[in-house]
């Protein structure tokens, strides 16, 4: 069946623009996370979803980052006034329940900010 | 605050050859222990998992190492293969919480 899938694999903006990424679970999967790997690192958490539910958000460097789950599906992270050091690759994962432990991983987006 | 350390950061073998990769967690709730490979531009897929309760898991050419008491474990891949050359990240976690990831071994695999 079809993986995690990520759009855009690749965004180039500017600093201080707006950006949107988009992760596609794989279906019938409740729990969804997001992370962000930095060039030479491990993936670092940034939140994830039970359900529509954000059950822990602790990893969000700041406010300027938010992401939503409206339907229980699908997944938006949103980043805000994008500076510099936002540029990474945001990793989406999702897993059937949240108390299954492994995750299945998309391919990425990587961002760029200008 | 690096919750769980990998070393070495870089590794290199002859094929054959059985690269061996370490990992130290702090965090005694931790009881879930994957290993994930990353090929260039792809995401982390899963090689090996491994809970507490056990010393040892092998799967194939994997073997994963567990140490419960000193806090460690490790990734033994037997006969590897050119084509084994990636980055292999540890990892731990509890049930219902993030992964905590390692910074990551690049092993190059020489033919």
């Known amino acids: 069946g079809a993986g995690v899938s990520q759009t855009p694999s690749n965004k180039v903006t500017e600093k201080g623009k707006y950006v949107e990424l988009r992760c596609d679970p794989i279906s019938g999967h409740t729990a969804l996370y997001w992370y962000r790997q930095s060039l030479g690192q491990g993936p670092e958490f940034l939140i994830y979803f039970q359900g529509t539910g954000a059950a822990d958000d602790s990893g969000l460097p700041n406010d300027r980052f938010f992401a939503v789950r409206p339907e229980g599906s699908v997944s938006t992270l949103k980043i805000q006034r994008t500076e510099r050091g936002d540029s990474a690759v945001y990793l989406c994962?999702?897993?059937?329940?949240?108390?299954?432990?492994?995750?299945?991983f998309g391919p990425g987006t990587r961002l760029t900010v200008l | 605050q690096q919750q769980v350390k990998q070393s070495p950061q870089s590794l290199i073998v002859q094929k054959g050859g059985i690269p061996i990769i370490n990992c130290a967690y702090e965090?005694?709730?931790?009881?879930?222990f994957p290993w994930y490979q990353q090929f260039p531009g792809k995401g982390p897929a899963l090689l090996i998992a491994i809970r507490p309760d056990v010393s040892e898991k092998k799967e194939g050419r994997f073997t994963i190492s567990f140490n419960k008491s000193a806090k460690q474990f490790s990734l033994h891949i037997m006969d590897s293969q050119p084509g084994d050359s990636a980055t292999y990240f540890c990892a731990a976690s509890k049930v219902r919480n993030q992964f905590y990831f390692g910074t990551g071994t690049s092993l190059t695999v020489i033919p």
């Open positions: 965090n005694t709730a931790f009881d879930y």
């Open positions: 994962a999702s897993s059937p329940t949240v108390s299954y432990n492994e995750q299945f």
